[in-house]
């Protein structure tokens, strides 16, 4: 159903119309809620009512605007530019945060996904190399040199494809450096 489809369209239970109406309601994604208004459409007859999915997904949107306005959360450009500058694939820094899946990470990149307030946290706290460090060594993510860090960051531009290869490449040498050391 389209937003267009169901306005004045006849409905075929008790004959009457549909007319587009507003309700407020609270939308709770990761653990926080925002109050928004969604749209909908009711038969002016018998009452029945109709949620579009476009309806559905413009409410969802304008609640995960206002929680991360209300709550100060890092945008997804943000979030990308933080992993790029740090030097990491999406894969990596999902393995960094605790072995989030790393397509919620590529989910938050995009605006798919809302990371909750901790994950935030966490993430500002990767700003700081030592934090960085700390928890990439326990997560067991080699880090790049800083002159790996700007071959990462164009790869990522070119696509996930190309920062994985090059990913798998840097492990590579990062455990033949270790063994080599001992």
Request: hydrophobic share 35%; aromatic share 4%; with cysteine.
């Amino acid at each position: 159903m389209s937003l267009s489809s169901l306005e004045g369209s006849l409905h075929r239970g008790c004959g009457g119309r549909y007319a587009l109406h507003a309700e407020q309601v609270t939308i709770r994604l990761s653990g926080m809620g925002a109050e928004v208004t969604r749209e909908f459409f009711r038969c002016e007859k018998c009452a029945h009512e109709q949620r579009t999915i476009e309806q559905r997904d413009a409410a969802e949107k304008q609640a995960t605007e206002l929680i991360r306005a209300e709550y100060g959360l890092l945008t997804p450009k943000e979030i990308r530019q933080l992993r790029e500058s740090i030097g990491l694939t999406s894969a990596q820094l999902a393995d960094v945060c605790y072995g989030t899946p790393k397509g919620i990470v590529a989910g938050w990149e995009k605006g798919r996904y809302l990371q909750n307030r901790n994950a935030d946290a966490l993430l500002r706290s990767l700003k700081d190399p030592e934090t960085l460090e700390f928890r990439a060594g326990r997560a067991g993510v080699v880090m790049p040199t800083s002159g790996d860090a700007v071959v990462f960051a164009a790869a990522s531009d070119e696509g996930e494809s190309a920062v994985a290869a090059a990913d798998e490449d840097e492990r590579a040498v990062g455990v033949a450096t270790t063994a080599h050391a001992d």
